[in-house]
């Protein structure tokens, strides 16, 4: 999805405030059910303040963060902030719990493989020579210090949004405990129904349709939507279609991985991590989200 | 002896019904379990004593019917069962 | 006593992945007090269950119980439980008492008019003119109460007091029982000790062991160890003090399995005697008639041991196999070997079918003898004709329909039918039938 930078901005939009904003290349919203216009623009400015810190301090797109720090350390040891360390034992718990499919230094991956919708997919040799820099066991992460190897990557895009949406949440409770939905490109948090005691209803679209067809329905009074997968990106050769998430296991993408994803939960991280989870499971991502008993969408 | 023999057969065969028991997938087959995957482990039914009811009354019965008892566990009473 | 093995490092749902990734988000965004992660917390623990049994067994022609239980287990929170125990039992029926039976051809019977205690009745020639069985009415009430606490991390403790109280007997005890947790909760291992006191109180005191209790003054020998003293003295009561210790490991094999290998020793002192079990002394030259009663008589002190090895294991989501082996042995020469296996099947998520059979195989003491002869030179030392110290088989097989009922309850219905044969001793075989049902509920 092409997402211009859009200043920040509040309308008023069928009863609610809704205000808008880019960051972490996604198109921010902040749907608010109050009559209180100027609430609405500081929530607004909480919102779009947090989700600027957070990108600055985790993109791994600039070079004046502690990402930057930690992948240009050149083997040495990095001491990282409270709120960085506290990420990273979340990685490596992630990395536990998916038994190593999920590796937030999986990164370097991408050098070989470019996901354009073209048919130019590397050769086994190539993937093999990437794999030594894959490996979170490899990096040695003892809170709050980390060393890693100097042609290794770290990479917390797989759970930078989800936690804006949650730090946005936290943020905004204080203000107001109910009727907001916040919508960071696609991973919702809802703080409460909406005023009058009706659920947020939130529509499931098909990405690849051209008329944009409604799969599903979530009907969110709290708690947090989240989809991982990406039907845009993908490569087609020889008539297999090999989509864009790889398992840092083996190089390859997951072999017959749902298309997408979605997932509810009660906080946007757990349930972006129980969609990513989902998709590595790859063809048993149906009985994976059914066995945890969650609600789920899948394509 | 023989009569052991027999039954100890008989019990084996009932007991480690899921086959391949050693290989893994079977009843014996080790793993070292992780703390998130004792799913299983944790259903009621899986416990080492899942039915306290019917177990106590079972011990009362072969108690005051047999010389053998205990094994399970301590503790739980005496009884002048006749 | 209920150690319960500590299932996992807190009571988390079926779906553990998600409930570990509730727990690493809220870690996260703890720092700032989410509200959703604070309600997670509570709703977990605090739940108190109740139990409630009842439960009749019936032996044909012989005994017959009924048995109401009702357990308790209260959650004080921080992983301390308090749990209760109340079981009231009513026993009536006929039990052999240790004489031989008579054979067809008759001979005459003794009568057999002993210090009748409250809790037995003594008819002349026994129940229904078989004076091989005693009458006995009975109730009895038992309680137990137990605390389980945390002692660290890793290690946890119960202890126990216990009482029970009938007609003509009375126990009360205490047991203290430790589970140290290895290996990411993997290995367990228990140690337990425990106490008892008991005191059994027949009407007119305890009997003479090896001493008369009855004779025919017309048989044609006595033996000359005994005359026909039919005023034998009474005792006071007979005391019992039991030790028992546990030492057990407990093993998780694999995601689906679970075992555990316990060793237990017992030493039980005192007054081990059953005061109302008679053996018959008989003459071979009259075709083994019976020519006098003696009390019975056992050692002061018995030294148990048991190994005891259970598994349980989940085959498939739908079946669930519990199986266990018992070897005990002790040093009145008893061995025995007890098999016992279960298979659980849930034909719907919320009800199951539960097959059961069990096989216990039992030697006889080196004491036990099924009468004296006559004709022995002299008395020996100990004597018991108690079918339970003989040589035994015991068979028994059962089902049992559970249900849940919703979140917090479930009850249970079973019937086991049990068949005990005896080798090497007159007594026709004992059955027996088994019905319970059970209900337990959970609240806050």
Known sequence: MVTENQPISLERQNDLWVGRFSAMASPCELLMDTPDEALAYQLLSIAEREAKRIEQKFSRYRD??????????????????????????????????????????????????????????????????????????????????????SAMEIDLGGIGKEYAVDRVALLIRPHLQSGVLINFGGDLCAIGPRLDGRPWEIAIEDPESIDKQQLGLVKLKSGAVATSGDARRYLIKDGVRYGHILDPVTGWPIPDAPRSVTTVASTCMEAGMLSTFAILKGAAARDFLTQEGVEFLCL | MKELLRYSLLFSFFALSGCSTFKPGGIFAYEDVKPWHKAVLAEERMQLNPYPLENSADQKIFYSRESANGGQGIGGGGCGCN | MQLKIKKLQSDQPKSSVRSALTVATCAVLS????????????????????????????????????????????????????????????????????????????????????????????????????????????????????????????????????????????????????????????????????????????????????????????????????????????????????????VGVTRVLN??????????????????????????????????????????????????????????????????????????????????????????????????????????????????????????????????????????????????????????????????????????????????????????????
């Open chain 3, 255 to 444: 995601q689906r399995t679970i075992t555990q290998l316990n060793y237990s020793l017992g030493v039980s002192l005192g007054y081990l005697t059953d005061p109302y079990k008679l053996i018959s002394v008989i003459d071979n030259s009259i075709e083994g008639e019976e020519v006098m009663i003696l009390y019975e008589k056992r050692p002061d002190r018995r030294t148990r041991h048991s190994l005891y090895w259970k598994t349980v294991s989940q085959l498939t989501d739908k079946k669930v196999v519990d199986f266990s082996y018992r070897y005990f042995w002790d040093d009145w020469g008893i061995t025995s070997h007890t098999f016992d296996y279960k298979y659980r099947y849930d034909f719907k998520p919320k009800s199951y079918l539960q097959p059961h059979v069990r096989l216990n195989l039992q030697s006889s003491a080196d004491f036990f003898q099924r009468a004296i002869d006559s004709s022995v030179a002299s008395l020996p030392q100990y004597a018991s004709a108690d079918y339970r110290l003989g040589k035994l088989t015991t068979y028994s097989i059962g089902l049992k329909y559970g249900k849940e009922l919703g979140v917090n309850g479930s009850f249970g219905v079973r019937a086991e039918y049990i068949v005990q044969a005896y080798s090497g001793v007159d007594l026709p075989d004992m059955n027996a039938l088994v019905y319970q049902g059970t209900f337990t509920f959970k609240f806050k």
């Open chain 3, 31 to 246: 720092g700032s007090l989410s509200p959703v992660c604070a309600s997670d917390e509570e709703e977990v623990s605090d739940l108190s269950k109740i139990g409630l049994s009842t439960f009749y067994y019936s032996e044909e022609e012989r005994v017959s119980v009924n048995t109401t239980h009702v357990a308790i287990e209260n959650d004080l929170g921080d992983d301390t439980f308090l749990r209760a125990n109340v079981i009231y039992d009513t026993i009536t029926g006929a039990s052999p008492n240790g004489r031989i039976i008579p054979t067809s051809t008759g001979g005459s019977s003794i009568p057999f008019t002993s210090a009748s205690g409250f809790s037995v009745n003594i008819n002349d020639n026994g129940s229904a003119g078989k004076r091989w069985l005693t009458e006995f009415t009975d109730k009895r009430a038992a309680f137990d109460l137990s605390i389980e606490k945390p002692l660290t991390r890793n290690l946890r403790g119960v202890l126990e007091g216990n009482f029970s109280s009938e007609n003509d007997f009375t126990a009360y005890g205490a047991a203290g029982t430790i589970a140290w947790d290895l290996h990411q909760r993997n290995t367990t291992i228990t140690s337990g000790l425990g106490v008892l006191k008991e005191t059994v109180s027949p009407a007119s005191g305890t009997p003479l062991e090896l001493g008369v209790a009855n004779c025919n003054d017309t048989a044609p020998v006595l033996p000359s160890w005994e005359t026909c003293n039919v005023t034998s003295p009474r005792f006071g009561n007979g005391q019992k003090r039991v030790f028992d210790g546990m």
């Open chain 1, 64 to 149: 004046d963060n502690i990402i930057f720090k930690i992948n240009h350390a050149l083997g040495q040891a990095v001491k990282v902030d409270a709120e960085t360390a506290l990420l990273l034992d979340y990685a490596d718990q992630c990395y536990q719990l998916s038994d190593g499919h999920f590796d937030i230094t999986s990164g370097v991956l991408r050098e070989v493989w470019r996901f354009d919708g073209g048919n130019r997919i590397p050769s086994r040799a190539e993937v093999d020579s990437i794999l030594p820099r894959v490996g979170w066991s490899k990096v040695a992460w003892r809170s709050p210090d980390l060393r890693m190897n």
